[in-house]
C-alpha cells in the first residue's frame, strides 16, 4: 500500500526538549511539506523540500528544523526555541510539480508538558 | 493577514439536500486552489481542486466554482450525505502548488437526517 506514514500518533516532551517528528513516504514523490495545525486554525506551511538535500523555509520556520537526505524521509524537529509547539503536526507530499495535489499523511499530536 | 478565508464556521444541511461551502482568497497571484476534507485527528483527504484558467470543475457530487473577478470559490455538494460531516477546508497557491499551500480556517459542514 502507497502512502504517508508519520509516528507516532501522540507524542509528549518536556518543555525544553527538542523532539523529531518522523515522515516518511512510499509514493515516490518528489517534493515533501510540513504544516502545523492549532486547533480553530487552518493548516500553516513550516518547511518544504522539492528535492533531496533542498529544503525551504515556509511561514512559519522558526523554532524547527528539518533534513531531506533521502527521498523518501523528510524528518521535523521541534526545537526548545519553538515557543509553542504543542500542535497536530502534518507531513504532506506531491509530484513537486506544479498543479498537482498533495496527500497527507495522518499527523502527529504533540504535546509539550 | 489572512489570504484565505471561509467566513462561515459551521454550517448545518439537510440530508440530500445541496450544500454550499464558501471560500474567499486576496492574493490575486494565486492560480491553484483546492478543497480539502477533514476529520479530527486525521490528516486533510484531497476532495477537489481548479486552476485560474477555469471556471468549474466536477467530480461525481462535488462541484468547485472560481469566480476570479470577485477572488470567490464554493464547494457544492449534491446530495449531501450523513458520510460528508466533516471539516472542509479551501486552500490556494501560486505558481501551482509546488511551494505549498495556504489554507482558510475551515467550515464544519454538519449534516442533518
Known amino acids: 500500500d502507497g502512502g504517508i506514514t508519520q509516528s507516532p500518533k501522540y507524542l509528549f516532551r518536556k518543555e525544553g526538549q527538542n523532539v523529531t517528528l518522523s515522515c516518511e513516504q512510499n509514493?515516490?514523490?518528489?517534493?515533501m511539506y510540513w504544516y502545523r495545525q492549532d486547533p480553530g486554525q487552518g493548516l500553516r506551511l513550516i518547511y518544504y523540500?522539492?528535492?533531496?538535500?533542498?529544503?525551504q523555509k515556509g511561514d512559519i520556520a522558526e523554532g524547527y528544523s528539518v533534513s531531506r537526505e533521502k527521498k523518501e524521509s523528510f524528518p521535523l524537529t521541534v526545537t526548545s526555541a519553538q515557543k509553542n509547539p504543542t500542535a497536530f503536526y502534518l507531513c504532506a507530499s506531491n509530484h513537486g510539480s506544479s498543479y498537482n495535489e498533495q496527500f497527507f499523511g495522518p499527523g502527529t499530536r504533540l504535546t509539550v508538558l | 493577514d489572512q489570504q484565505v478565508k471561509q467566513n462561515s464556521p459551521s454550517l448545518s444541511v439537510q440530508e440530500g439536500r445541496i450544500s454550499i461551502l464558501n471560500c474567499d482568497y486576496t492574493?490575486?497571484?494565486?492560480?491553484?486552489f483546492l478543497w480539502y476534507k477533514k476529520y479530527p485527528a486525521e490528516g486533510p483527504t484531497f476532495l477537489i481542486s481548479?486552476?485560474?484558467?477555469?471556471d468549474k470543475n466536477e467530480d461525481g457530487r462535488f462541484t468547485v466554482f472560481l469566480n476570479k473577478s470577485a477572488k470567490h470559490l464554493s464547494l457544492h455538494i449534491v446530495p449531501s450525505q450523513p458520510g460528508d460531516s466533516a471539516v472542509y477546508f479551501c486552500a490556494a497557491s501560486s505558481g501551482g502548488g509546488a511551494d505549498g499551500l495556504t489554507f482558510g480556517k475551515g467550515t464544519h459542514l454538519i449534516i442533518q437526517p
Open positions: 492574493n490575486s497571484m494565486f492560480d491553484y
Open positions: 523540500s522539492q528535492i533531496v538535500n533542498d529544503f
Open positions: 481548479i486552476s485560474s484558467i477555469k
Open positions: 509514493l515516490n514523490h518528489d517534493a
